[in-house]
């Protein structure tokens, strides 16, 4: 039986939460562990349907996120859905959530993957092209809602191009390297100062519907193509914080550390090549 006082609950091993926490629900032990500026997340074994999609990140890591930026029943949006990973981690955590896949076969992934859960909360995906939500919204009677919370992972520019050991594993076992082969897939635009620019162009968008005060978190990384490495995470961060009236304001980056990768032998006595074993997770705000 949770002690109150005029201030706290306390909950147990918890700890105690304020009544006056005006971003989430968590006790102040839980806030300052979240705090942190770097956590590890290993990614359970994917299922038969999980690992049809060619990069999906944890349903743990994006639990961590929703439940520090929103409170139950607030709304999430995540315009690249993908495998449906954030409507999970959203209706798990009783939150409504809006998620946006441009692909057939991805967005019957995360339908199929919903339906299997019955979660009390709205937990809708949607199949369409993340330049056109406002539209997308409009037609789904959602125009109105502005969301407390977006995260999500857009493509990684040309990652899945690479002929990665990973990309080889996935051929070998008939599984898609790529998400699609349609010009309006962000993950098929070939110039990276393109590719930069239509990514800020649809969190312009996502600006608009996300309320004021409300957080965005963007999970990408540095990139390596052709020997140099790309700093698509910090140009990611530059360019949209340098949108005019839609600039969002850049709050942090928390590292996601992949401690349960294998080292492969990249470059040894040749030159420097790293194992990149991290992620950024980029935290920025709409704060007007
Ligand atoms: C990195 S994956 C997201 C994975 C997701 N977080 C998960 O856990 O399954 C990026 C997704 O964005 C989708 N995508 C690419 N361009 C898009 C666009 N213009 N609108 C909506 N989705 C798009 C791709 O099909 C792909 O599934």
Same mark, same amino acid.
């Given at each position: 039986?949770?002690?109150?006082?005029?201030?706290?609950?306390?909950?147990? %091993?918890?700890?105690?939460?304020?009544? =006056?926490?005006? &971003?989430?629900?968590?006790?102040?032990?839980?806030? $300052?562990?979240?705090?942190?500026?770097?956590?590890?997340?290993?990614?359970?074994?994917? =299922?038969?349907? *999980?690992? &049809?999609? #060619?990069?999906?990140? #944890?349903?743990?890591?994006?639990?961590?996120?929703?439940?520090?930026?929103?409170?139950?029943?607030?709304?999430?949006?995540?315009?690249?859905?993908?495998?449906?990973?954030? &409507?999970? +981690? +959203?209706?798990?955590?009783?939150?409504?959530?809006?998620?946006?896949?441009?692909?057939?076969?991805?967005?019957?992934?995360?339908? !199929?993957? @919903?339906?299997?859960?019955?979660?009390?909360?709205?937990?809708?995906? $949607?199949?369409?092209?993340?330049?056109?939500?406002?539209?997308?919204?409009?037609?789904?009677?959602?125009?109105?809602?502005?969301?407390?919370?977006?995260?999500?992972?857009? #493509?990684?520019?040309?990652?899945?191009?690479?002929?990665?050991?990973?990309?080889?594993?996935?051929?070998? !076992?008939?599984?898609?390297?790529?998400?699609?082969?349609?010009?309006?897939?962000?993950?098929?635009?070939?110039?990276?100062?393109?590719?930069? *620019? %239509?990514?800020?162009?649809?969190?312009? @968008?996502? /600006?608009?519907?996300?309320?004021?005060?409300?957080?965005?978190? $963007? @999970?990408?990384?540095?990139? /390596?193509?052709?020997?140099?490495?790309?700093?698509?995470?910090?140009?990611? +961060?530059?360019?949209?914080? =340098?949108?005019?009236?839609?600039?969002?304001?850049?709050?942090?980056?928390? @590292?996601? &550390?992949?401690?349960?990768? #294998?080292?492969? +032998?990249?470059?040894?006595?040749?030159?420097?090549?790293?194992?990149?074993?991290?992620?950024?997770?980029?935290?920025?705000?709409?704060? =007007?």
């Amino acid at each position: 039986m949770a002690k109150t006082d005029k201030k706290y609950i306390q909950l147990g %091993e918890r700890g105690r939460l304020n009544k =006056n926490n005006k &971003l989430n629900s968590l006790t102040g032990k839980e806030w $300052i562990k979240f705090s942190k500026s770097w956590f590890v997340h290993r990614p359970i074994k994917r =299922n038969k349907t *999980e690992i &049809l999609h #060619p990069a999906k990140y #944890p349903e743990s890591l994006v639990k961590e996120f929703i439940e520090f930026f929103t409170k139950e029943d607030e709304w999430v949006l995540d315009p690249f859905l993908g495998s449906g990973s954030t &409507l999970l +981690a +959203a209706g798990e955590s009783k939150r409504n959530a809006v998620g946006i896949e441009l692909t057939n076969k991805f967005y019957n992934i995360s339908k !199929k993957r @919903i339906v299997e859960n019955n979660f009390k909360t709205k937990i809708i995906p $949607i199949k369409g092209d993340s330049k056109n939500l406002s539209n997308i919204l409009n037609e789904n009677n959602l125009s109105k809602i502005r969301f407390d919370f977006v995260i999500t992972s857009p #493509p990684y520019w040309n990652q899945l191009e690479r002929n990665s050991l990973r990309q080889k594993n996935r051929s070998k !076992k008939n599984l898609v390297t790529k998400y699609s082969v349609s010009k309006k897939d962000l993950g098929n635009v070939k110039d990276y100062k393109k590719f930069i *620019e %239509e990514q800020a162009e649809i969190f312009d @968008i996502v /600006y608009n519907q996300t309320k004021s005060g409300g957080y965005l978190s $963007i @999970i990408t990384n540095n990139v /390596y193509f052709k020997s140099k490495l790309y700093p698509l995470a910090y140009d990611t +961060a530059i360019s949209l914080t =340098n949108r005019g009236n839609k600039s969002w304001v850049l709050k942090d980056e928390k @590292i996601w &550390l992949q401690d349960d990768k #294998p080292l492969i +032998a990249l470059g040894v006595n040749n030159a420097w090549v790293s194992n990149r074993h991290h992620q950024y997770c980029l935290i920025f705000r709409k704060e =007007n």
